[in-house]
């Protein structure tokens, strides 16, 4: 009885196509949800930035007291959010007035800041050390832990010019037993580049 009331009372009415036109349009817009997403803000973007470069070392080994000219290789891979990985290989081959030379091969993480050009670093690597002794007396292999610094300066967005890196370098298993352990200090400068 009352459906039939209902529906003659909407029969009757002349717009009844714009009230349910609008009651379909109120109904999809109740039942409708919010898109939600999720943007990472610019300056706490992560990523990871790729340098390779080199650079000349002057190095003195207190085995032998040695001083040392060498070239050293190196790559960086940083993040945004000033923490990094440095990978080095080191050959300390020229200078050398008794035969004495040592490689060295090291890892580890670095910390950098940004100052508009300038980016000093702090870094510690650990690795693994070669030293051929004096007059070809024999060889060295030891563990290497080498705490360091720096200063790079930014020259444009690829290319760092690394005007200063601090390098002490500590060698505990030594060279034999009258010299059960030795390290060598030094300092090297050259240019980085970015991959991507």
Same mark, same amino acid.
């Given at each position: 009885m009352i459906f039939r009331s209902v529906f003659?009372?909407?029969?009757?009415?002349?717009?009844?196509?714009?009230?349910?036109?609008?009651?379909v349009f109120s109904a999809c817009l109740g039942i409708a949800c919010t898109a939600k997403c999720q943007v990472v803000p610019a300056g706490d973007e992560g990523g990871l930035m790729l340098s390779a470069g080199g650079a000349a070392s002057g190095f003195y080994l207190n085995y032998g007291e040695?001083?040392?000219?060498?070239?050293v290789a190196f790559i960086d891979? @940083?993040?945004r959010r000033h923490l990094g990985i440095e990978a080095e290989t080191r050959?300390?081959?020229?200078?050398?007035?008794? @035969?004495?030379?040592?490689?060295?091969?090291?890892?580890?993480?670095?910390?950098?800041? @940004?100052?508009?050009?300038?980016?000093?670093?702090?870094?510690?690597?650990?690795?693994?050390?070669?030293?051929?002794?004096?007059?070809?007396?024999?060889?060295?292999?030891?563990?290497?832990?080498a705490p360091g610094g720096g200063l790079d300066f930014l020259l444009n967005r690829r290319i760092h010019f690394r005007l200063i890196d601090f390098e002490y370098q500590r060698w505990?298993?030594?060279?034999? @037993?009258?010299?059960?352990?030795?390290?060598?200090?030094g300092i090297s400068s050259g240019i980085r580049v970015r991959v991507f």
């Open positions: 003659r009372l909407w029969s009757g009415m002349p717009a009844r196509g714009a009230i349910c036109q609008s009651l040695q001083k040392m000219l060498g070239v891979a @940083d993040t050959w300390l081959e020229f200078h050398n007035t008794n @035969d004495i030379n040592a490689t060295t091969y090291l890892a580890g993480v670095r910390y950098f800041r @940004d100052f508009g050009r300038l980016q000093p670093y702090a870094k510690c690597l650990v690795g693994f050390g070669h030293a051929n002794l004096a007059f070809r007396l024999g060889q060295a292999n030891s563990l290497v832990i505990p298993q030594g060279v034999y @037993d009258s010299a059960p352990s030795f390290a060598s200090v």
